[in-house]
Nanobody, 123 residues
Framework: QVQLVESGGGLVQAGGSLRLSCVASGRTFSSYNMGWFRQAPAKAREYVGAIGWSGVAISYADSVKGRFTISRENAKNTVYLQMNSLKPEDTAVYYC????????????????WGQGTQVTVSS
């Protein structure tokens, strides 16, 4: 088990950038594959992207591909979500999640979740 804490959310104008961080507790962070999800009001939780334990395997949802970048620093127990060219439809609470299984776009495959950080993009 790992405990996850996200930070870096905030209010930004359309076209702007934000970088979210997710810090994990525990000594086994490097063995976990990490995912980013988001949930807008009255909508289902949506997959954003995921990164494998080594940082080599990365996948993105089509809606963010080319605008968002996921990376990780295992020495710092941290995974990042760099978000560029933000749009109002990116407004949501963003969550990081960890799984000991392979990287997945399905929330049910992740058994460790952070509390989320709010991202609001104004038009």
């Amino acid at each position: 088990q790992v405990q996850l804490v996200e930070s870096g959310g905030g209010l930004v104008q359309a076209g702007g950038s934000l970088r979210l961080s997710c810090v994990a507790s525990g000594r086994t962070f490097s063995s976990y594959n990490m995912g980013w999800f988001r949930q807008a009001p009255a909508k289902a939780r949506e997959y954003v992207g995921a990164i494998g334990w080594s940082g080599v395997a990365i996948s993105y949802a089509d809606s963010v591909k080319g605008r968002f970048t996921i990376s990780r620093e295992n020495a710092k127990n941290t995974v990042y979500l760099q978000m560029n060219s933000l749009k109002p439809e990116d407004t949501a609470v963003y969550y990081c999640a960890a799984t000991p299984r392979g990287i997945s776009r399905y929330a049910t495959d992740y058994n460790n979740w952070g509390q989320g950080t709010q991202v609001t993009v104004s038009s």
